[in-house]
T-cell receptor, first 114, second 110 residues
Framework: GAGVSQSPSNKVTEKGKDVELRCDPI?????LYWYRQSLGQGLEFLIY????????KSGLPSDRFSAERTGGSVSTLTIQRTQQEDSAVYLC????????????FGPGTRLTVT | RKEVEQDPGPFNVPEGATVAFNCTYS??????FFWYRQDCRKEPKLLMS???SGNEDGRFTAQLNRASQYISLLIRDSKLSDSATYLC???????????FGRGTSLIVHP
């Protein structure tokens, strides 16, 4: 079946511009996570959605970052007034639920802020 | 102390070698454990789950030691294609956010 998809695969933007990154999770997966990974670094948790519950935003690095998940499916991560330190690969993952369920990752969006 | 710790390596081994990685975790209430593989500039992919009784999949064996709070991954008969970063993931224990280790780099050379 179809895996997690993300778009765009690459995004180059100028400092100060806003960007939107999209994630389509696996159908039926109720949990959705956003991470970012800088070059040579580990995964940094950003935000988590589970069903209709309020999202866990504890990993968002600043108020320039926000995310929403419409209809319990597609999610959009928005970064306002981008900075060069926002340059990274943004990864989305989904899972059947929380707890013992493994995550499946999308291919990521490589964001470069110039 | 970091929640999940891994030796970053790199582990540089010849083809055919056996190599083992450990991953320690700090939350004794953790409930589920996984190994992921991440190739350069690619997304992490699930390699295997780690069960209390251990788990074997071909050349790969994963084990859990709850008393000492670590999980291990053993790779037998290493192939060039095994070269990647191996991420340890720990879940549960009061949080629904999986905790990822920083990964262990493996380089298999001819």
């Amino acid at each position: 079946g179809a895996g997690v998809s993300q778009s765009p695969s690459n995004k180059v933007t100028e400092k100060g511009k806003d960007v939107e990154l999209r994630c389509d999770p696996i159908s039926g997966h109720t949990a959705l996570y956003w991470y970012r990974q800088s070059l040579g670094q580990g995964l940094e948790f950003l935000i988590y959605f589970q069903g209709n519950s309020a999202p866990d935003k504890s990993g968002l690095p600043s108020d320039r970052f926000s995310a929403e998940r419409t209809g319990g499916s597609v999610s959009t991560l928005t970064i306002q007034r981008t900075q060069q330190e926002d340059s990274a690969v943004y990864l989305c993952a989904s899972s059947l639920g929380t707890g013992d369920y493994e995550q499946y990752f999308g291919p990521g969006t490589r964001l470069t802020v110039t | 102390r970091k929640e999940v710790e891994q030796d970053p390596g790199p582990f540089n081994v010849p083809e055919g070698a056996t190599v083992a990685f450990n991953c320690t975790y700090s939350n004794s209430a953790s409930q589920s454990f996984f190994w992921y593989r991440q190739d350069c500039r690619k997304e992490p992919k699930l390699l295997m789950s780690v069960y209390s009784s251990g788990n074997e999949d071909g050349r790969f064996t994963a084990q859990l030691n709850r008393a000492s709070q670590y999980i291990s991954l053993l790779i037998r008969d290493s192939k060039l294609s095994d070269s990647a970063t191996y991420l340890c993931v720990v879940n549960g224990g009061g949080s629904y956010i999986p905790t990822f280790g920083r990964g262990t780099s493996l380089i298999v050379h001819p």
